[in-house]
């Protein structure tokens, strides 16, 4: 668990200072920029969705060339040159070129980085990642935590910009702790093995029906910046909200182990079915609640959502896949989702404006329904120890 700790660090201190940045953006786009709710989904659909495309090719160089912590590194550099961007930024342009380099970051290190993390987990999967997933969310928390403190004597410009100047300090921090993360023996990389797409056709049938599921559920998943719009709307100040996604970070944070570990207990299914209808009543709270005590009992409540489907989500992935193809599943599953964020965002930005803020929330609550009840009924087994492949690209094991 060593490894998996340093792994988790190097998260820790990105996290922080992605997360003293992020929440501000849907803020510093409409405030600074005048940038419709509209606009603000097309620049994170468009950030999200161009760089998750990454996610599955970088998988499969990392398993073809078996330079996990190389590639991994090369990603998490990414974070450090969002930074610069956002400081050399003067439109939204800049603002979307910013998001989309450190969107493609985050594409090129998902998948060698979860490859690491299952590689050093022995036989606990579910608690790997919960523990590399709750060190993230620590530092998710803790950068949301540095924001509101140096944000909450005023809303001008600089703030903004000394925001961005500081937020590089835990990326280069984060780059660091690469300096003690171990990298498995592995075995000479197949320069002719054949490509992965080649023989997509044999991917085993649950398999490809779960990232049906991941595809209908990441539809009505738009970016989190509209959740910080919808507080603001509920009469949240701009520093306030902030406080809210500093609550569902935390939250993420305490539960993401143990939910992890219950995972490897009872099996990955009866935590995603449970976490996709968390998803929908957040959704349909965001959508509906009134009052500033029930926004923040949301919040908390979606903070639990995350810690339920993250980190059991890649554990599945991981367990499921073949090991020569492990890091290309793992980053097609995170590409799938990927492609459906930009339309998600795009779709969540037209309702926002055309039919008013509850409309993207009820859509995507009715989506993440419709995707537990396919999980549920659908997918075959709930448990965590698949079957063997009778090829290189199929499974057969279930949720």
Not at 96 to 115: F, N
Not at 236 to 247: A, P, T
Not at 296 to 302: D, E, N, P, R
Request: glycine share 10%; hydrophobic share 50%.
């Amino acid at each position: 668990m060593i490894n998996i700790l340093f792994l988790g660090l190097v998260s820790f201190f990105t996290d922080i200072s992605t997360e003293m940045v992020y929440p501000l953006i849907p803020l510093y786009l409409t405030g600074r920029f005048g940038a419709t709710p509209a606009l603000v989904g097309v620049v994170e659909g468009v950030a999200e969705s161009t760089a998750s495309l990454l996610k599955v090719f970088s998988g499969y160089l990392t398993d073809r060339f078996q330079k996990k912590k190389l590639i991994a590194f090369s990603g998490y550099a990414g974070s450090l040159f969002y930074k610069l961007a956002l400081l050399l930024s003067r439109s939204w342009w800049g603002i979307l070129i910013a998001r989309v380099i450190d969107r493609t970051g985050k594409g090129i290190r998902t998948a060698p980085r979860d490859v690491l993390v299952s590689e050093s987990a022995g036989g606990s999967l579910g608690k790997a990642f919960g523990l590399h997933k709750a060190l993230d969310m620590c530092g998710a928390a803790l950068g949301v935590l540095i924001t509101w403190f140096l944000l909450r004597g005023g809303q001008d410009d600089f703030n903004y910009r000394f925001l961005f100047m500081i937020s590089v300090i835990p990326a280069v921090l984060g780059l660091c702790m690469f300096l003690f993360v171990k990298q498995e023996p592995s075995p000479a990389p197949d320069k002719h093995r054949e490509p992965f797409w080649q023989g997509a056709r044999q991917l085993d049938k649950q398999l490809l029906l779960y990232l049906a599921v991941v595809f209908l559920f990441t539809l009505g998943n738009s970016s989190d910046a509209f959740l910080v719009l919808r507080a603001r709307d509920a009469g949240f100040g701009k520093v306030s909200v902030i406080l809210l996604y500093f609550l569902c970070n935390l939250t993420a944070a305490a539960l993401s182990m143990p939910l992890g570990r219950l995972s490897d207990k009872i099996g990955r299914k009866k935590l995603l079915v449970p976490g996709y209808l968390a998803f929908a009543a957040c959704y349909f709270g965001f959508a509906f609640a009134r009052g500033k005590a029930l926004m923040m009992a949301i919040f908390v409540l979606y903070g639990a959502y995350t810690a339920m489907i993250t980190g059991v989500e890649r554990a599945f992935v991981a367990e499921i896949a073949p090991p020569a193809l492990k890091g290309t599943l793992l980053g097609l599953q995170a590409t799938v989702a990927g492609v459906a964020l930009l339309p998600a965002s795009v779709i969540a930005g037209a309702l926002y404006k055309t039919r008013g803020p509850r409309a993207p929330f009820v859509f995507g609550a009715a989506l993440s329904l419709a995707a537990a009840v396919i999980l549920m009924f659908m997918m075959k087994g709930s448990g965590n120890s698949p079957r063997p492949s009778a090829t290189p690209l199929a499974s057969e094991g279930g949720l």
